[in-house]
């Protein structure tokens, strides 16, 4: 078999078996062959086979020096290594160099370096698996936990890195591979094309191998020239978003694009916000419409990623023009653990107080029905999860049952338009206490769940407008100047937050909630009085400002608007059916069952 015979040696002191070599034998072939080397499984070092097996890389001389090139990076790493005492290794930095040399192989000389061979039979290179279709189906089953595991260990390992002042500069699926077995991790391979920033005799350089990974000011001079370019301690940052999800949907951020070339983002950039895109823009592959439309449900609706989203958001939209952006290695491992271990949920409501006891004749009695009563219950509870819904906005809830409007003379004139003796409902449903205000309605638009065009026809009045004394809107005020069809994604937004299927109510359920409310109160009709004097009861339900339903006018083209904004006489109410553009007279509330169905 073929031997090196070493001329001289340096250690990463990252394993005592490899504090002296003198010869080094390998198999007869090498079982990878790249641009820049090729790489063979070594057999002994010194006679001895290696109690961890190694793989041999041989540089491949060229007339640029880039062989070099290659074996000075990575004795500057060894440096950092040692420098930075990193004796226990990352499950990412598995692969880092154990020990370079120089020497003879075949009566030629040769440089290169030795790191921890991966067992084949448990890795994959991310890179086969994005072309194999029976790779991908083992990965998307994966738990999202899993997935984020892989994440976590890319951001941890560049960041000991970055630590260490090394960038790897070619972050991308070829050097990376991943264990897909439960609890696997995923380690980064090829360190050589780096480049250690603290050296001012050693350019922190590229090799022009031009991927989809790299970022966007690395593309502009692969570009314009071929050969190597300069990096800089954030080209990492952005190969390293683009990884995070990767890992998680097998997508670049921007797949949707028919092409991912500098010119083309810049004027995807310029129209829309990631991740929401012109479906009519020319720069939209429409071949793509369908795996955008769920990843980009899945990334804006499931709450485990609110974290790992913001940090993407940030660092596409703002760190494609201005590097400084991007998300720190710091940033991504909080997020991704945040993101692996969600806070618990919010603990229940306490009990109501025990009722008096009941009287000895009847102890028997109640025990047993109580029994059967808890039974019953706790079947139903078992397969009827409560929604979260009151986590994040408060609500009231409306009994079921038969409502009959002659029964409430003090709203009777205000029920009167919707045509009926009686109100059916028939479950118990919940109904938000307030108008959704200002400050809710902002965290919707900030999240990202709007389009392009949505947001242009929202507007901003919303927000920067004044009501009719004249007052600036404040986060508390009931927000107005919302269109139909915006509220309504406000209540598909909101539906996603809490796991509950929330909607504009029906003037039906409007009209309940009226009577429910007004049924324990004694009312002056000459006052008006708001119903909002109870506890968690619903407020401003007659008058404030008129609100949206789902309450069709007919056609299914407008909808009415329950309550009134202005009484100057109270008996000539009426729903209206204005336009759906939305006015400062029109706000909305939410409404939905207790339990999901």
Same mark, same amino acid.
């Given at each position: ?302 709450? *485990? ?17 201005? %590097? ?180 504009? %109510? ?17 009312? *002056? ?42 009484? %100057? ?29």
């Amino acid at each position: 078999m073929p031997i090196i015979n070493v001329s001289h040696f340096k250690t990463s002191d990252l394993n005592p078996a490899f504090s002296r070599v003198t010869r080094i034998e390998i198999e007869n072939k090498p079982f990878a062959d790249g641009g820049f080397g090729e790489l063979y499984s070594c057999l002994s070092i010194d006679g001895t086979k290696p109690q961890s097996s190694q793989v041999i890389k041989i540089f491949k001389e060229d007339v640029s020096g880039n062989h070099v090139k290659g074996f000075k990076t990575i004795q500057a790493l060894q440096d950092k290594i040692k420098e930075n005492r990193q004796t226990s290794i990352a499950p990412a930095l598995f692969a880092l160099p154990q020990f370079s040399y120089d020497g003879t192989l075949n009566g030629k000389k040769v440089l290169g370096y030795s790191a921890n061979k991966l067992d084949t039979s448990e890795y994959v290179s991310f890179d086969e698996l994005l072309d194999d279709n029976s790779l991908q189906k083992q990965y998307y089953p994966l738990a999202l936990n899993q997935k984020l595991q892989y994440a976590l260990d890319l951001v941890e390992g560049v960041k000991i890195l970055r630590e260490m002042s090394f960038i790897h500069a070619d972050i991308n699926a070829q050097n990376l591979f991943i264990n897909l077995k439960s609890g696997g991790h995923l380690v980064i391979i090829d360190y050589d094309s780096g480049a250690v920033t603290e050296n001012p005799n050693n350019s922190p350089t590229t090799w022009g191998k031009r991927n989809d990974w790299v970022a966007p000011e690395i593309i502009k001079q692969l570009s314009g020239q071929q050969g190597t370019v300069k990096v800089n301690l954030f080209t990492d940052t952005w190969s390293v978003a683009v990884g995070v999800h990767y890992l998680i949907f097998l997508r670049h951020p921007l797949f949707y694009l028919n092409r991912l070339g500098v010119k083309n983002m810049k004027d995807y950039f310029s129209q829309s916000k990631w991740p929401q895109v012109d479906k009519n823009s020319s720069n939209f592959n429409r071949s793509t419409e369908g795996s955008y439309n769920t990843i980009k449900k899945i990334l804006l609706t499931y709450p *485990q990623l609110s974290d790992i989203r913001k940090r993407l958001i940030v660092t596409i939209n703002e760190g494609f023009n201005n %590097p400084s952006r991007r998300t720190s290695y710091g940033q991504w491992v909080d997020s991704i653990r945040r993101a692996k271990s969600p806070p618990p949920p919010p603990p229940p409501p306490p009990p109501p107080p025990p009722p008096p006891p009941p009287s000895k004749k009847v102890v028997k009695k109640v025990v047993y029905v109580g029994l059967l009563l808890a039974l019953i219950l706790g079947v139903w509870n078992y397969g009827h999860k409560k929604c979260s819904v009151e986590a994040y906005i408060q609500m009231a809830t409306v009994p079921g049952g038969t409502y009959t409007v002659k029964d409430y003379p003090t709203v009777a004139s205000f029920l009167a338009s919707l045509g009926k003796e009686q109100i059916v409902i028939d479950k118990d449903f919940l109904i938000k206490t307030g108008e959704i205000t200002v400050g809710e309605f902002r965290r919707f638009v900030k999240s990202g769940w709007l389009s392009q065009a949505d947001l242009e026809k929202l507007g901003t009045a919303w927000q920067d407008g004044k009501d009719e004394r004249g007052k600036s809107f404040g986060d508390k005020s009931p927000v107005s100047r919302v269109p139909w069809d915006i509220a309504n994604k406000y209540a598909q937004w909101m539906s996603a937050q809490t796991g509950c299927r929330l909607q504009l %109510p029906t003037q039906e359920q409007w009209a309940a909630a009226v009577m429910s409310y007004q049924a324990e109160q004694t009312k *002056q009709r000459s006052r008006l009085e708001t119903i909002d004097s109870q506890k968690n009861a619903p407020d401003h339900l007659l008058f404030n400002r008129e609100e949206w339903s789902r309450t069709s006018c007919g056609g299914g083209k407008r909808y009415k608007t329950l309550g009134y904004d202005y009484f %100057p006489n109270y008996n000539n109410y009426e729903l209206r059916c204005p336009s759906l553009k939305g006015s400062m007279s029109v706000g909305f509330r939410l409404s939905g069952l207790k339990e999901r169905d």
